[in-house]
């Protein structure tokens, strides 16, 4: 291993991101011009996988469907060490006058995928013209379907985590609402996790004349919904709130009839699991209170969606000192509270230790999921350094 002081490392990386950054703004806006769904990502994984072999990987693709993957072997014995990057758009309508605009009818990047996957194509090829500088492996991982299809479940049930077995992993997104290149880091729970409910009400059916004859679920139902608002406004009270919301109801077809049952659904968006155990035990203890004696009974049924996505903590300190190094005291912050959203790092994290943060998209950028968002390319050669000096020194501390 070729050694290096830190410094002039750094001042090599910044000469090579400076030469290949036109290349990856415009692999960028690339991505934006064809944004593709979860499980759909056909030419983005094309793309990705020639901008690999042009830098003299060997991916595999089909990981979790249509994920990639390359490994960066040092040549030296090691720990891995694995970068991730989701590629999938959304089912949106783009509203911006880019002059790269979705060619896709109807489908967007509103996320900032595209610049995730260019970035982490960036680190590929700075991390492969630095491979003399550290030990052990790097792994790429460009997942597909992380917008509501689990594609990092996909992709570790297709052994992604294994040969070789990762030891810790690392990802970031990009943030609206913070100055661009600002590094936000959070121990523990960083995003929420989403666990979704569904409540049959049973009643009984009969004639809307008669209704002596029969049991209104619709009625019951609505005193249900005043009752989990109660719990929602308990939960509130806690420092990092369990939100419960209502958001589905539906039953009757005819407005003659009586229906036998209603179907109530909902989310719960919890920092923890037991959080959401919590939630589920206040759920029924007011279920149970309120069809007591109405002769309604009911069933609930949960599917849990993303687990919180809960960062290690030496992995966490690890991520805040670099980006202190690298960016300043001033330009990484501590991240007050969890996102409420969800993500599928969360998987990784279950599995390995790592760190998943964030890096500002500037003050006004629009907030993701907005038909006028759009990932700032400014972004790209800060991310870029940060996650190849997080790779390499991860790498050269063992
Ligand atoms: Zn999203
Ligand atoms: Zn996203």
């Known amino acids: 291993m070729q050694s290096f002081k830190l410094g002039e490392l750094r001042n090599i990386m910044k000469q090579i991101i400076q030469k290949i950054l036109p290349r990856y703004q415009t692999i960028r806006q690339q991505l934006h011009r064809y944004p593709e769904l979860r499980y759909q990502e056909v030419n983005t994984a094309k793309l990705i996988q020639q901008a690999l072999m042009d830098m003299g990987f060997n991916p595999q693709i089909q990981i979790g469907k249509t994920g990639v993957v390359a490994v960066l072997d040092s040549g030296k014995p090691g720990k891995t060490v694995a970068l991730r990057a989701d590629m999938d758009a959304l089912p949106i309508e783009e509203e911006t006058d880019l002059d790269y605009i979705s060619q896709n009818k109807g489908l967007m990047h509103a996320c900032g995928h595209d610049g995730h996957v260019a970035t982490l194509l960036g680190v590929a090829e700075v991390l492969q013209q630095l491979r003399h500088t ?50 936000l880091v959070k121990h523990g729970t960083t995003m929420y996790g989403n666990a979704e409910f569904s409540i049959q009400v049973h009643g009984k059916g009969g004639h809307a004349a008669m209704p002596e004859w029969a049991i209104n679920p619709i009625t019951l139902s609505a005193l249900v919904i005043t009752a989990l608002q109660t719990v929602s406004d308990a939960l509130a009270k806690d ?80 991520v805040l000192k670099q980006a202190k190094l690298l960016l300043g005291e001033n330009n990484v912050a501590i991240k007050a509270k969890s996102g409420r959203a969800s993500e599928d790092f969360s998987y990784f994290l279950q599995k390995v230790p790592g760190c998943y943060f964030f890096i500002g998209n500037g003050e006004d950028s629009a907030s993701c999921h907005s038909p006028h968002y759009n990932f700032n390319d400014g972004i790209l050669p800060v991310a870029i350094e940060l996650l190849a000096t997080i790779a390499i020194t991860y790498l050269q501390n063992e």
């Open 134 to 183: 550290f030990t052990g492996k790097v792994k790429f991982i460009f997942q597909p379907a992380e917008e509501g299809g689990a594609g990092a479940l996909a992709m570790i049930k297709d052994g992604v985590l294994e040969n070789p077995v990762v030891d810790a992993i690392f990802g970031y997104h990009n943030h609206p609402g913070t100055a661009v290149g600002k590094v």
């Open 239 to 318: 420092p990092e709130t369990t939100v419960l919301s209502v958001t589905t109801l539906h039953s009757g077809k005819a407005k003659n009839v009586i229906p036998e049952y209603a179907i109530i659904g909902g989310t719960i968006r919890a920092p923890s699991e037991k959080a959401t155990m919590h939630a589920q035990k206040l759920i029924e203890a007011e279920l149970n209170k309120v069809t007591q004696g109405s002769g309604c009974t009911f069933t609930i049924t949960y599917e849990d969606i993303y687990p919180a996505t809960i960062n290690t903590p030496v992995e966490t300190d690890f």
